[in-house]
């Protein structure tokens, strides 16, 4: 599959089969993510995974009804966290600059298309959630403090296969600055 037909056909799949995923398969799509550029090559993006019911059900613990319901059959959860305080920070602790910890939150988007892209191009389907309550997946995946939580990943065999939704006309979102 080539980069465009991965990026045009990816879509958010809400409705998994029953299937299965090998360890192997999962650092597979760690390794893939990792790859993303970070500020200044730091990699702060952190990956708990769950692949049995029990690990998947600590994750769902941590998540709305709704979203909970998103995950049935799936055979892969991933909470993803960056390390707080470094992307986007200098050696002696100051922010680099206003955006400070957002350098984290860009990082771990980044590693989580990557993320979504390659299961994609593996033949899963995968739900980015970013509704969910820190606290109760801090406890239940033993989360340190000194990590940010970002989204729930929840990754699966499509079970559903939807239309994309309609976007914006390229000329509706950019602007040249290049005068004259």
Not at 8 to 19: A, D, M, T, V
Not at 138 to 158: L, N
Request: proline share 5%; with cysteine; charged share 25%.
């Amino acid at each position: 599959m080539n980069t465009n037909d991965v990026l045009e056909q990816r879509r958010s799949i809400r409705k998994f089969k029953p299937g299965s995923i090998t360890k192997d398969q999962i650092e597979e799509l760690v390794h893939a993510s990792q790859m993303a550029p970070s500020w200044k090559n730091s990699q702060t993006p952190r990956y708990y995974v769950a692949t049995t019911e029990e690990g998947m059900n600590k994750m769902r613990a941590g998540l709305p009804q709704r979203n909970a319901d998103h995950t049935i059959n799936a055979v892969a959860m991933f909470v993803l966290t960056f390390k707080k305080d470094v992307a986007g920070f200098m050696k002696n602790g100051s922010p680099d600059n206003e955006a400070g910890n957002g350098w984290g939150f860009y990082d771990t988007g980044l590693a989580s298309e990557n993320l979504l892209l390659k299961a994609y191009d593996m033949g899963f389907g995968t739900i980015l959630m970013g509704i969910r309550n820190e606290q109760v997946l801090r406890e239940q995946c033993q989360i340190p403090a000194d990590e940010i939580i970002t989204s729930v990943i929840a990754m699966g065999v499509p079970d559903i296969h939807p239309t994309a939704p309609k976007r914006k006309e390229v000329s509706e979102i950019i602007t040249y600055v290049d005068g004259g």
